[in-house]
C-alpha cells in the first residue's frame, strides 16, 4: 500500500518547520485536511500577502514553493510544495484583511495612483476613491518595483477598501498626502511615485529593508539623491504613532547576539513558564503544543496568567536596557541602521496627515533626523544609557543620548502585538517594541 503524504517525510518536516516559525511569523495551524493531497491551513496575525512569503522563505528547505489557485480552498493563493502533495492555504484570523494593513494601503497607495494618473487633492472623497480604482493599472509607476506581485494586491486592497472602519478618515488623508506631493513635484520634477508596502516592491537600488512606505523617483538623475523615501504616519494631529516597529528578537540579531537570545529563552523557560501545569519540556518552548498549553492556561487561571505576563514583560524591558547599557557602540549603531535607517542614497523624511487637506493636515516629523544627530554626536563613554518607565507605565521605557551640551531621550515601548492563543505568554519573550519619538 503506497504511504500517505501524511506519512511523508516530507509532511513531517513541514509541519516541525511551521512549528518552528508559529510566533515568529504570527501564525497557527488551523486545519489539515487530506491525506494523498493535504492541505495545510494557516492562520495569520498579520497582512497574508506579508506571511506568505515569509513562510515560503522557510519551506524552501522542504521542496520549492509554487504558487497556486484552488478556487475551493480560498480566495488566495496558497503555497504548492513542488513534488510532495503538499499545499499550505493562508487565512487572516477573524476571517477578514485585517484593517490596520488596509487603512495603512489607503494613505500609501491613493495618492501614488493619484499623482500619477493626475487626479485632483480637491475632489470630494467618493470621487477621488473612484477615480483611483477606474485608474489603476499594472503599468503604472506606483508598481514599479514588482509589477505583478504589487499590482495583484493592489488591487485586492483597493476593492476592499471601502470594508475599512475608517474609509472617509483615510481617503481624506490620502488626498492631504497627494498635495504634499504636489508640492514636493514643483519643488523637484518627480517621475514616479512607487509603492514600497513590502521588501521585494521598493524601487531597484533601495535597500530591502528601508522604512520608506512610498518611494518618490525624481526626473533629473544627476542631482543625487534621486530617489526619497517617505514614511507616512496617519492620526490625530497631537498623537503619536509609532516610527519603528520591531521585536525583541531582531534586535538581538541586530547587535549579532542571536545565541544571547537563545539564553533569554531558556532563562525565560524557568522563570515564567516551568510553573504552569501540564507545560512541556524545554525543547517546545514557543512551539505550537507548548502555546496550546499556555493558552488552556489562560482560561483555567486568568489572574496567575496575567501575573506572570506582566513580570516576564517587566523582567524582558530590563534586560533589553541591560543589552543596550553593556553594548553601547552596538546599540548606536542599531539606532542608526535600524530604527532611523540612515541611508545617504535614499534619504528618508517622515510625513504626518492628520485631515484631508494640504498645508493643514500635513507635517513633517523631525524625530529620525534629531535622533541620527544625537546618536553622532553623543560621546563614546557614558552617552547612551537605557532604561524602564518608573512613572508606572509597565510598557515604557527610554534611552538618554548624551553630548557635550544636551540630553535628547528617546521613547520606546514594549508589548504583546498578537491575538488569541500567541499573545502574551504565548508571544514569549519576543515581544513587540516601538519607537514613539522624542521625549
Known amino acids: 500500500m503506497a504511504q500517505s503524504t501524511l506519512e511523508s517525510d516530507a509532511y513531517s518536516q513541514t509541519v ?33 500577502v506579508d506571511t506568505q512569503e515569509e513562510v515560503e522563505h522557510h519551506l524552501r528547505k522542504v521542496a520549492k514553493p509554487i504558487r497556486t489557485y484552488k478556487k475551493s480552498k480560498s480566495s488566495f493563493d496558497c503555497t504548492e510544495l513542488s513534488g510532495t502533495s503538499i499545499f499550505i492555504i493562508y487565512k487572516n ?5 485585517k484593517e490596520t494593513t488596509l ?36 503599468t ?49 520634477d518627480i517621475d514616479k511615485v512607487v509603492w514600497g508596502y513590502r521588501d521585494n516592491t521598493k524601487p531597484s537600488g533601495v535597500n530591502p529593508k ?55 529563552e531558556k532563562e525565560s523557560y524557568k522563570k515564567y513558564y516551568k510553573g504552569i501545569p501540564n507545560i512541556p519540556k524545554e525543547n517546545q518552548y514557543g512551539k505550537a503544543p507548548m502555546t496550546n498549553v499556555v493558552g488552556e492556561f489562560e482560561k483555567e487561571q486568568s489572574t496567575r496568567y496575567e501575573l506572570l505576563y506582566d513580570e516576564q514583560l517587566k523582567w524582558v524591558r530590563q534586560t533589553i536596557c541591560d ?21 545617504p542614497n535614499v ?40 532604561y524602564p518607565d518608573k512613572g508606572g507605565s509597565k510598557q515604557s521605557w527610554f534611552i538618554d543620548l548624551t553630548c557635550k551640551t544636551h540630553t535628547t531621550t528617546l521613547k520606546f515601548s514594549i508589548r504583546t502585538n498578537k491575538t488569541g492563543t500567541s499573545h502574551k505568554l504565548g508571544q514569549y519573550v519576543n515581544l513587540a517594541v516601538k519607537f514613539n519619538g522624542i521625549k
Not at 140 to 152: H, V
Not at 157 to 169: H, L, Q
Not at 238 to 249: D, G, L
Not at 325 to 343: F, M, T, Y
Request: glycine share 8%.
Open 93 to 97: 484570523k477573524k476571517g477578514g484583511m
Open 103 to 138: 487603512n495603512s494601503t489607503i494613505t500609501e497607495l491613493f495618492p501614488a495612483i493619484a499623482f500619477e494618473t493626475g487626479s485632483s487633492d480637491k475632489l470630494t472623497i467618493p470621487k477621488f476613491y473612484n477615480e483611483v480604482a477606474q485608474k489603476n493599472a499594472k
Open 323 to 343: 543589552l543596550i547599557n553593556k553594548n553601547p557602540e552596538k546599540a548606536k549603531r542599531w539606532l542608526l541602521q535600524e530604527v532611523a535607517k540612515e541611508d
Open 347 to 386: 534619504p528618508l523624511v517622515v510625513i504626518k496627515a492628520y485631515g484631508d487637506k494640504y498645508p493643514s493636515g500635513i507635517k513633517k516629523l523631525e524625530d529620525e533626523d534629531l535622533l541620527k544627530n544625537c546618536v553622532v554626536d553623543s560621546k563614546k563613554t557614558n552617552g547612551i544609557k537605557a
Open 16 to 48: 516541525s518547520i511551521l512549528n518552528d516559525i508559529l510566533y515568529d511569523e504570527g501564525i497557527s495551524i488551523s486545519k489539515v485536511d487530506g491525506t494523498s493531497t493535504v492541505y495545510i491551513t494557516l492562520e495569520c496575525d498579520g497582512d497574508r
Open 210 to 264: 528601508h522604512k520608506g512606505d512610498i518611494f518618490l523617483v525624481f526626473k533629473d538623475k544627476n542631482n543625487k539623491p534621486n530617489i526619497e523615501g517617505v514614511s507616512l504616519k496617519a492620526g490625530g494631529e497631537k498623537t503619536a504613532e509609532p516610527q519603528f516597529n520591531s521585536y525583541v528578537r531582531p534586535i538581538y540579531t541586530s547587535f549579532g547576539m542571536l545565541s544571547a537570545y537563545s539564553k533569554l
Open 140 to 188: 503604472l509607476g506606483a508598481y514599479s518595483g514588482n509589477p505583478s506581485l504589487a499590482f495583484k494586491a493592489g488591487k485586492e486592497f483597493i476593492s476592499k477598501a471601502t470594508d475599512s472602519s475608517k474609509f472617509e478618515e483615510k481617503v481624506g488623508n490620502a488626498k492631504a498626502i497627494l498635495g504634499w506631493i504636489q508640492s514636493e513635484n514643483e519643488r523637484r
